[in-house]
């Protein structure tokens, strides 16, 4: 499946995910804005993760005062994907 997602409290504006329906796990991940280095490696890290694991290591991360972060808002967007199905 694939995606767009809108983020919401991050410098990030989009990300576009791709997943594999079949076995659960991420396809490739890219952030549009935010810090290049870091998202690149978020992106690096995630590709090949199962979902759910993703989720759970990236959930409730915050940057900085923000309530929220790059990797949260990751794992906003696959639980969304994972809830669509």
């Known amino acids: 499946m694939k995606m767009s997602y809108k983020t919401k409290g991050v410098c990030a504006r989009l990300i576009n995910i791709e997943t594999d329906d079949a076995t ?25 993760m199962d979902i759910d694991e993703v989720i759970e290591r990236l959930q409730g991360i915050t940057c900085g005062i923000k309530p929220t972060s790059c990797p949260d808002q990751l794992a906003k967007a696959l639980k969304e994907i994972k809830e669509s199905n």
């Open 24 to 48: 659960g796990k991420v396809k490739s991940v890219q952030f549009i804005g935010g810090c290049n280095g870091n998202t690149k490696g978020i992106s690096s890290l995630v590709e090949g």
